[in-house]
């Protein structure tokens, strides 16, 4: 049974970074995932915003963060993170990292909530 857990987030001013972090237990060294990182501010659908895959591979980014944010991973401490740089105001929201078994890398889903079966508790992100 996967367990995830985030941790990073807090208080910044616009254009500060932060780095999400969001540790792993119970992956079976069998399988593969899609790990990916949503947020969602109050008021308004959960959004996904990064993906990578454990086995390498592309990773994908939502228009809203592209070139700003990077996903990346460390499979020996079975953590990933988001790398959150020139943080806007409308970046603030409760950011989750959620994780799927998966044979092939990412697809076209991987921005859809409904996609993943694992997911953490959350850390809040705000940016003033």
């Known amino acids: 049974h996967v367990q995830l857990v985030e941790s990073g987030g807090g208080s910044v001013q616009a254009g500060g970074s932060l780095r999400l972090s969001c540790a792993a237990s119970?992956?079976?060294?069998?399988?593969?995932?899609?790990l990916a990182w949503f947020r969602q501010a109050p008021g308004k659908e959960r959004e996904g915003i990064a993906a990578a895959y454990t086995d390498g591979g592309s990773t994908h980014y939502a228009d809203s963060v592209k070139g700003r944010f990077a996903i990346s991973q460390d499979n020996a401490k079975e953590t990933m993170y988001l790398q959150m740089n020139s943080l806007k105001p409308e970046d603030t929201a409760m950011y989750y990292c959620a994780a799927e078994t998966s044979a092939v890398p990412c697809d076209v889903s991987w921005y859809r909530s409904i996609a993943y079966t694992y997911w953490g508790q959350g850390t809040q992100v705000t940016v003033s």
């Open positions: 119970g992956y079976s060294y069998r399988r593969n995932y899609c």
